[in-house]
């Protein structure tokens, strides 16, 4: 298995029916193909990540990467796993406008009015998986 880690910047920003549309679709095409994984969406900013079977999450990563809804596409971390981090998701995605006080520093900073950039989450490897392993903590 592997999991792949992305953070993109979107053309346009999703009204939150747009989210969900995007969403919904995920999670069927995700539970088909066995990908479990998390999405955070702020601002215009998409952190991601898939795992499951490596040639899925690969082809799925890459169809990704050619949708026009993204620009600024960083992969920030792609490595093997021996078990999932988001076992329990087909695609989970936090409301994050339900979320007021954060308990992380992660969060905090992600949920603040100058939310990081997808380099900023690059720079330094597994920033990101360890702020989407955080909201998985704080979902449960």
């Known amino acids: 298995?592997?999991?792949?880690?992305?953070?993109?910047?979107?053309?346009?920003?999703?009204?939150?029916?747009?989210?969900?549309?995007?969403?919904?679709?995920?999670?069927?095409?995700?539970?088909?193909?066995?990908?479990?994984?998390?999405?955070?969406?702020?601002?215009?900013?998409i952190i991601q990540a898939l795992e499951g079977k490596e040639e899925v999450v690969k082809?799925?990563?890459?169809?990704?990467?050619?949708d026009p809804r993204h620009h600024n596409m960083i992969t920030m971390l792609k490595i093997p796993i021996e078990e999932r981090q988001f076992s329990q998701w087909s695609m989970g995605c936090p409301d994050l406008a339900?979320?007021?006080?954060?308990?992380?520093?992660?969060?905090?900073?992600?949920?603040?009015n100058h939310a990081p950039t997808p380099e900023f989450y690059s720079?330094?490897?597994?920033?990101?998986?360890?702020?989407?392993?955080?909201f998985r903590e704080t979902m449960r």
């Open 1 to 45: 298995m592997i999991c792949i880690v992305y953070a993109s910047s979107v053309i346009k920003l999703l009204a939150k029916e747009d989210l969900e549309a995007i969403l919904q679709k995920s999670r069927v095409n995700n539970k088909c193909d066995g990908i479990t994984g998390m999405l955070l969406y702020k601002d215009g900013c």
């Open 59 to 66: 082809a799925t990563h890459e169809r990704i990467m050619r």
């Open 98 to 112: 339900k979320m007021t006080s954060a308990t992380s520093p992660e969060i905090s900073q992600f949920l603040s």
């Open 123 to 134: 720079a330094v490897p597994g920033r990101a998986l360890r702020l989407l392993t955080t």
